[in-house]
């Protein structure tokens, strides 16, 4: 193993909520995460996926195991008093360690970008949206304003349904070289 992965540092990201932080740290074989309660370490062996998105401004990777719940590491994460933090650069140099502690095990590991079930309820997002507002646009007509709620829900649909049309659906990439549109800017080539 490569002597830059012995001793490195915690990097404080939240995980399943955003509002959930743990400190990841990347050790000789295995990544370790550490919550509040407990710590749990995952085997770069019982790795089978890691799928990076971009969703909405924020970076997430999802690293999938033989057995237990996928971790997920995102960039952006709520602090208290509901003050959002976006964490871009630990996020980056974890997801680069990540990578790169991975390479002797890539083999056995599935390199995803992007998510095709997004891809689908993004197109769903798109059909539904203009259902909404024809069907608005009738009751306003009929005199039922109250439905003009759905207005805002339905431009809600369409931006939501744009920004995962833009990400694109789930596929494979190179683990030295992964998408830049998935990778905060600076994270590049993975030697």
Known sequence: MDDTLKEQPHFQLATHSPSELALFRVEQERLVVQLASSEEAVSFSEITRINLQHTLGAY???VHRRSGRPLMIRSRCVMPG???K???AEYAELVRQLHLACSPYQAGIEFIGGSTAKLWLSWLLLLISPAQ???AALAVADGRRRLLLLVPVAIGGFVAGLAGLK???GT???PKAPPTKLL???E???E
């Open 184 to 186: 905060p800017a600076g």
């Open 86 to 88: 976006d964490r871009v």
């Open 172 to 174: 494979p990439y190179d």
């Open 188 to 190: 590049q080539r993975i």
């Open 82 to 84: 509901m003050k959002i």
């Open 133 to 135: 507002l024809l069907l």
């Open 167 to 169: 990400q694109g659906g």
């Open 60 to 62: 997430v990777a999802i």
